[in-house]
């Protein structure tokens, strides 16, 4: 038997065929009983498959034209071939079912023998059970092709839904659909569980869901749904539940679906986020107290130096005051140079209330107190105020002021900013050895802002070093804490500033900061 595979029309390049050894055993048996009840010399079946079949098993020599097995396959008549050679007459019968064709049966007689018609009447039945034995193997192998797909399509929506639920789980979140008509939801199971409800619930009406919010958000995320679904926006909002008796807090996102017909829906996630806020908080806390720690750090640096800005005023108050009790009790009072005394003495109450309005400020962290600042005064002041510490550290100070136009800011925290730099100066300054110390201060016009400068001649760091000298924590000092420099660049770009540091040549560092100008 030989079975080969046979090119198809177009018109049957989707004909699926049963597997090939099941067509392989069909056309084994039929040419068997054939050559049998025909009794022929031999023969062979071709097959018209797009596969050809596993097992081949030649009965005659030779192969038929492909153009002949065209002919006889796309008819629906035997064809008789005369006898050729040493070969006798053939008899060419198609295969055929409801579908097209299956292929040809060959019948080589002995030669001399005649073909009739009762031959080819008594191998009809044996091609007609062989088409219905093919049909019902090409249905069974379609079925089995169907169910074996149809498990392996089963087997990913398992995996792929086990997947998402045990994504969620680990996420705390579920997703819905919300029917803006009806105000009923759709929602998956981790979707019940984050608000407690029956899981067997088909649907969740909206006065089911509104009533697990608590009271004091109600009305506000209820709001927030109603204007999203009014105007066709995402959601994206939060509120509070109460599940086994701990407040929850959900963060609910989701977007119109705008290609489904029908009732328009919503598609969301609702997520469970009160680990994450919790976390969120108690690091906005850290925070808040790191600030007040830095504050409090840079506070006692900055006490000592305003205590002796204090003392000055105090001390003329007194003299002030005495000096006006001695016009009076003159006889008669000189009350001219009494009033001058006392008009003084208030001049110095005014400016000791402003340097302690000024440390209640640094300590609370109060918003910025802006009004017109004149840099250069603010320069004369802190230096003023560390002159102490400048002249016992036999610090050279050198002072570099341009005509600088005014900026907005507040006093007292940009006076904190520029003590905090000039501090940090002397501490490096302190440390030189065998050359001068000097502290340069610069004022000068920078583009649309007014530049302040730090330069001193200190032991060069390294690029290391420089990259992280305005981050907390960071100190090149044995006993200092890292604060001074953090706070002056939060100073800085609260007032929408800029600051940055670049080495200088052959020694030291210079500080540059730029305030934008009124």
């Known amino acids: ?95 055929r079912h409801q579908l097209g064709p299956i292929g040809v049966l060959q019948v080589v007689f002995e030669h001399g023998r005649s073909v009739g018609n009762e031959t080819l009447a008594a191998l009809l039945p044996l091609v007609e059970r062989f088409a219905a034995a093919h049909e019902r193997a090409r249905l069974g192998a379609m079925l089995e092709r169907e169910r074996r797909a149809r498990l392996d399509t089963e087997t990913v929506l398992r995996e792929t839904t086990s997947m998402l639920v045990k994504h969620q789980q680990v996420g705390r979140m579920g997703d819905f659909r919300y029917n803006t008509r009806t105000r009923q939801s759709f929602a998956s199971l981790e979707c019940y569980k984050l608000f407690g409800l029956d899981p067997t619930l088909a649907v969740v009406d909206f006065e ?126 000189e009350l001219d140079e009494a009033r001058e005394a006392a008009e003084g003495a208030v001049r110095d109450v005014h400016r000791v209330v402003a340097v302690v309005n000024g440390l209640r400020s640094l300590v609370r962290g109060s918003d910025l107190q802006r009004s017109r600042v004149r840099i250069n005064d603010l320069l004369r002041d802190v230096l003023a105020m560390t002159r102490v510490e400048l002249d016992r550290a036999r610090i050279r100070t050198q002072v570099e002021l341009e005509d600088v136009p005014e900026v907005d800011g507040d006093v007292t925290q940009l006076q904190q900013a520029i003590f905090n730099l000039i501090r940090n100066a002397i501490d490096v300054l302190e440390l030189v050895a065998g050359r001068e110390r000097r502290l340069t201060v610069r004022s000068a016009v920078d583009g649309d802002g007014v530049r302040v400068s730090i330069v001193d001649v200190g032991d060069p760091i390294s690029p290391a070093q420089q990259a992280k000298l305005f981050e907390p924590l960071f100190t090149t000092k044995v006993d200092g804490l890292g604060f001074g420099l953090t706070i002056t660049r939060k100073i800085v770009l609260a007032h929408g500033g800029r600051i940055w540091a670049e080495p200088m040549q052959p020694f030291g560092m210079a500080v540059h900061l730029v305030l934008p100008r009124l």
């Open 208 to 333: 089911v869901w509104a009533e697990k919010i608590i009271p004091e958000d109600r009305q506000r995320t209820v709001d927030e749904l109603t204007t999203s679904v009014a105007n066709l926006l995402p959601m994206n909002f939060e509120y509070r539940i109460v599940l086994d008796g701990q407040i929850r807090r959900l963060q609910c996102m989701g977007d119109v679906d705008r290609d489904h017909h029908g009732d328009l829906y919503y598609y969301g996630v609702l997520t469970d986020v009160t680990e994450r806020r919790e976390t969120e908080a108690a690091l906005r806390r850290q925070q808040s107290e790191l600030e007040n720690a830095l504050r409090l750090a840079s506070l006692g640096e900055l006490a000592g130096s305003i205590i002796h800005e204090i003392n000055q005023p105090l001390t003329a108050i007194a003299a002030n005051a005495e000096a006006s009790l001695r016009w009076l009790a003159h006889s008669p009072p």
């Open 1 to 95: 038997m030989i079975l080969e595979r046979i090119a198809l029309r177009s018109s049957f390049a989707e004909f699926r065929t049963p597997p090939e050894a099941e067509v392989a055993r069909l056309a084994e048996e039929l040419l068997e009983r054939a050559l049998d009840q025909a009794n022929a010399f031999g023969g062979a079946v071709y097959l018209a498959a797009p596969e050809p079949p596993a097992m081949a098993k030649e009965r005659v020599d030779g192969e038929l034209p492909r153009e002949l097995l065209e002919l006889v396959w796309n008819g629906s008549e035997a064809l008789r071939l005369a006898t050729a050679g040493e070969v006798g007459e053939q008899l060419l019968i198609p295969l």
